[in-house]
């Protein structure tokens, strides 16, 4: 069973930033937080990771609470196109270390 | 970078026939590659992990011997589903990862329909 809980669905505004909500309490001290997204009838798409420290990329940016308890994936000015199912995951960074999809958060950018 | 390819993209096959999934590593080599299974509004399911040379280890309630998969060479895995029935119809999705992140990277997945 996936460890981590999001909220099932959210609304964003198109051009406004999205902010996505992760709690994952029971994370341990080597587990990194992934966050995938799913476009409809695609393969899931990578988009970033951490284990501590903030994170930020070309995509995105991850908030980690300084108790590892929960996070934040913040797309800073959301598009139509990033209208997805995101997936909040733990991962250890070992070989062969499997990915365990949850329910993930639908997120509908809206004009 | 790391990009994983799969084909075909979709497939249409009777129902008692086999077909082959192949899911390739482009740029970057691939230790261990993973195949999922999605059925419509769920989730992905962990159907087996696979190292490169050796066997793939499966997920509880997959059957390995209608399942067959092969992960030659670190760029080159295949499902191949034998002898397949409608309920096997779905969404199947690679994933591969290397060192020395360990992230795994999807396939844009097989869409497959057994009539």
């Known amino acids: 069973d996936a460890k981590t809980t999001q909220p099932p669905s959210m609304d964003c505004a198109e051009g406004r930033a999205a902010n996505l909500p992760c709690n994952h309490s029971t994370i341990s001290g080597n587990e990194y937080v992934y966050w995938y997204r799913q476009i409809h009838s695609q393969g899931p798409q990578y988009i970033i990771h951490?284990?501590?420290n903030n994170e930020t990329n070309e995509m995105a940016s991850l908030i980690i609470t300084e108790d590892r308890k929960s996070s934040t994936l913040i797309l800073p000015h959301a598009t139509l196109r990033d209208t997805a199912v995101y997936y909040c995951i733990e991962k250890f960074n070992n070989a062969g270390n499997m990915l365990t999809f949850g329910g993930g958060t639908r997120l509908m950018v809206k004009p | 970078g790391a990009v994983v390819s799969q084909h075909p993209s979709r497939v249409i096959c009777k129902s008692g026939t086999s077909v082959k999934i192949e899911c390739r590593s482009l740029?970057?080599?691939?230790?261990?590659m993973f195949w999922y299974r999605q059925f419509p509004k769920q989730s992905l399911m962990l159907m087996a992990t696979s190292n490169e040379g050796s066997k793939a280890t499966y997920e509880q309630g997959v059957e390995k011997d209608k399942f067959l998969i092969n992960h030659a060479s670190l760029t080159l895995s295949t499902l191949t589903v034998t002898s397949a029935h409608p309920e096997d119809s779905s969404f199947y999705i690679c994933?591969?990862?290397?060192?020395?992140?360990?992230?795994?990277?999807f396939g844009p997945g097989t869409r497959l329909l057994v009539l």
């Open positions: 951490g284990l501590k």
């Open positions: 740029d970057f080599q691939a230790t261990t």
């Open positions: 994933s591969a990862s290397g060192p020395p992140q360990e992230t795994q990277y």
